[in-house]
C-alpha cells in the first residue's frame, strides 16, 4: 500500500509538475523574456498581489480580533459572515461587483446614475480582498483566541491602557499568525483565475494570460512558461509557510490554561470594530442578494421585470450541476480515503524518502490551478495515461486539489493518536491494512469526514484547474458559470450560480444534520 500511494503522488503531483518545466523551449524562454508586455502582466501580477495581501490580511485581522474579544456584539451573524465566501465560488464577488457597480450596475447606474467603470486594478483588488479575507480569519482566529488573557492584565497592572496593550502584547504575539495569514492570502491571490477573468478588464496577470495562451493561440510551452512564473513567488511563499515560521517560537500558554476574560474592548474600538464589521458583512449579503436578484431579473440594467425564465435554462442545464455535484462527492470520499491512508502509511510505516513523500501530499496546495491544468493537459494529453476529456481526469484533478488538506488533517490526528495502539494490532499479527482498517480508521473518523466534507465543498466550486481539462460530456456548473458571464448573458449566469450555490449550503447542511455538528469544517 505504500508503494501504490508513493506511486500515486509521483504520477499525478510530480509527474505533472516536473512536465511544466520540462515543455518550455528556448524559444520560449526567449520570447517572454525580450517581451515587454509580458513583463508588464508579471509586474501587474506582483502589484495586484501586493494590495490584495495586504488589505484581505488587514480586513481578517480585524475580524479575528473582534471574534476573540468576548464583548463584541453580533459575533454569532460576523463568524458566519467571516467564513461564508469559503463554501461559496470565489468567483461569485467578481460576478456581483459587475452586477452592482458595473457600467449597468443597479447602485453606481440605477440608483447614483453614474458611469463608473469597475474593470481593471480597482474592481480586481476590491473582489480580492473581499473574497480572500476569511482565509486570513482562519490564519489568525486560533492565534489570537490562545493568547492569555493574563498577559494583558498584567499590562494594565503596569499602567497601560487599551491601546499600550495592544501595541506591546496583542500585535506583536500576533506576528506569527498575521505572517501566516498573509502567506496563505498571497497563494490564494496568485492563484485566483475566476475573478480576474471577469474583472481584471484590460489589466492582464500571470493566471489569464496562461489561459490564453491555451486558449487563444493553443501555445501550451509559453502557458508553461508563465506557469513557472506564476509558481516561482507562490513557492516561496509557501516554503515561507512551511520553514520559516515553523522556526520560531511565540509561545504564550504553558501550564494551567488562564481562566481570565481579556482586557475590556473600550467602547470607541468596540463599535468601530462593530461598525466595520457590519458593513463588509451587509457588502456580503448585498453581494449574495445581487446574484439572486439577477436570476430572476429579465436583463440586468434595461429591463428589470421578474421572471423564472433563467432558471428555466438552469433546468436545462442541470447536467452541469449534477455533474458537479457527482464529481465533488466521488471525489471528496475518494480524497478521504486516500488522505488517511497517506497520512497513516507515510507518517507510521516504514518508508525510505518520507519527508519527499509528505512534501508531495502537500505540494498541490502550494502550486496555483492555473499550472496544476495546464500541467495536467500536457502531460495526460497523449502518452501511457491518456485521459483528458473524460470525467476520470476531472474527478482525479478534484482528489488532488484537495488532498493537502486532508493529509493534513489525517497527520493531525495521528499526533494524537498513540503508536503503541498500531503496534500492539501489529504484535497480534495484524498487517498494515488490516491495523488500518480496525484500528486506526475508527479513531481517524472525525479526520476523514472533516477532509470529506472539504474536498467536497472545494470541488463542487473549483474553477481555474479544471477549466482546461472539462469535455462536452464532463461540463460543470462552475465552468458554464465563467463561460455565461464572459459573454455577458448574466442572467443564465447568475441563475446557475445561484443554482450551484443551493446545492453546496444544502449539501453542508446535509453534511452537519448527519455528524450531529461534531465535525466543524471551519473552526473560529
Known amino acids: ?95 456581483s461587483l459587475i452586477l452592482l457597480f458595473g457600467r449597468r450596475g443597479l447602485v453606481t447606474h440605477e440608483l447614483l446614475g453614474l458611469n ?12 480580492q480582498t473581499i473574497a480572500y479575507y476569511p482565509v486570513a480569519v482562519l490564519a489568525l482566529s486560533g492565534v489570537l483566541r490562545r493568547q492569555s488573557p493574563a498577559l494583558e492584565w498584567a499590562g494594565r497592572d503596569l499602567g497601560r491602557n487599551w491601546w499600550g496593550i495592544f501595541r506591546t502584547v496583542t500585535l506583536p504575539l500576533a506576528v506569527p499568525g498575521l505572517a501566516s495569514a498573509g502567506l496563505l492570502v498571497g497563494m490564494y491571490v496568485l492563484a485566483d483565475f475566476g475573478n480576474p477573468m471577469l474583472v481584471a478588464g484590460s489589466y492582464r496577470v500571470l493566471a489569464v494570460e496562461a489561459y490564453q495562451q491555451v486558449v487563444g493561440v493553443f501555445d501550451p510551452g509559453m502557458a508553461a512558461v508563465l506557469c513557472v512564473a506564476l509558481l516561482v513567488p507562490t513557492g516561496l511563499f509557501f516554503w515561507f509557510q512551511r520553514v520559516w515560521l515553523e522556526r520560531r517560537s511565540y509561545v504564550t500558554v504553558t501550564g494551567k490554561e488562564s481562566t481570565l476574560d481579556p482586557v475590556p474592548t473600550p467602547a470607541p474600538v468596540r463599535w468601530t470594530l462593530f461598525g466595520v464589521l457590519s458593513a463588509v458583512s451587509a457588502f456580503m449579503l448585498l453581494t449574495y442578494a445581487s446574484v439572486f436578484a439577477g436570476a430572476l431579473t429579465k436583463t440586468w440594467g ?18 452541469d450541476l449534477a455533474n458537479s455535484t457527482l464529481y465533488a462527492v466521488i471525489a471528496g470520499f475518494c480524497c478521504a480515503v486516500l488522505a488517511v491512508l497517506a497520512a ?4 507510521r510505516r516504514p518508508l525510505i524518502g518520507r519527508s519527499a513523500m509528505d512534501m508531495l501530499a502537500v505540494l498541490p496546495g502550494a502550486l496555483p490551478g492555473t499550472m496544476i491544468g495546464i500541467a495536467w493537459l500536457i502531460t495526460f494529453h497523449t502518452g501511457p495515461i491518456a485521459i483528458t476529456g473524460t470525467a476520470l481526469i476531472v474527478v482525479l484533478m478534484m482528489i488532488v486539489r484537495s488532498l493537502p488538506v486532508g493529509y493534513r488533517s489525517g497527520v493531525s490526528a495521528l499526533q494524537q493518536i498513540g503508536p503503541s495502539l498500531d503496534e500492539s494490532a501489529q504484535d497480534l499479527g495484524a498487517g498494515s491494512l488490516r491495523t488500518f482498517g480496525t484500528v486506526m480508521l475508527p479513531l481517524m473518523r472525525t479526520a476523514f469526514t472533516a477532509a470529506f466534507i472539504y474536498a467536497f465543498v472545494k470541488s463542487i466550486n473549483t474553477l481555474s484547474a479544471v477549466i482546461f481539462l ?40 446535509l453534511f452537519r444534520l448527519l455528524t450531529g455538528g461534531r465535525v466543524k469544517l471551519f473552526e473560529l
Request: charge should be neutral.
Open 1 to 95: 500500500m505504500t508503494l501504490v500511494i508513493a506511486g500515486t503522488l509521483v504520477v499525478f503531483v510530480l509527474w505533472p509538475a516536473v512536465n511544466v518545466f520540462l515543455r518550455p523551449e528556448s524559444e520560449h524562454w526567449a520570447r517572454f523574456l525580450g517581451s515587454a508586455r509580458l513583463w508588464q502582466v508579471a509586474a501587474n501580477t506582483g502589484l495586484m498581489t501586493l494590495l490584495s495581501t495586504v488589505s484581505a490580511t488587514v480586513l481578517g485581522f480585524l475580524f479575528a480580533y473582534a471574534l476573540s474579544r468576548p464583548d463584541i456584539p453580533g459575533k454569532a451573524f460576523f463568524r458566519v459572515m467571516s467564513v461564508l465566501p469559503l463554501v461559496s465560488p470565489p468567483f461569485v464577488i467578481g460576478l
Open 116 to 127: 463608473l467603470d469597475v474593470y481593471g486594478l480597482p474592481g480586481l483588488w476590491a473582489v
Open 302 to 319: 434595461v429591463n428589470w421585470s421578474v421572471t423564472l425564465e433563467h432558471f428555466e435554462y438552469t433546468v436545462l442545464r442541470a447536467g
Open 344 to 347: 497513516f502509511f507515510i507518517q
Open 470 to 509: 472539462v469535455s462536452p460530456g464532463t461540463q460543470l456548473a462552475s465552468v458554464s458559470i465563467m463561460g455565461l458571464a464572459e459573454h455577458g448573458y448574466w442572467g443564465e449566469a447568475t441563475a446557475l450560480a445561484a443554482g450551484l450555490m443551493l446545492v453546496t449550503f444544502a449539501a453542508l447542511a
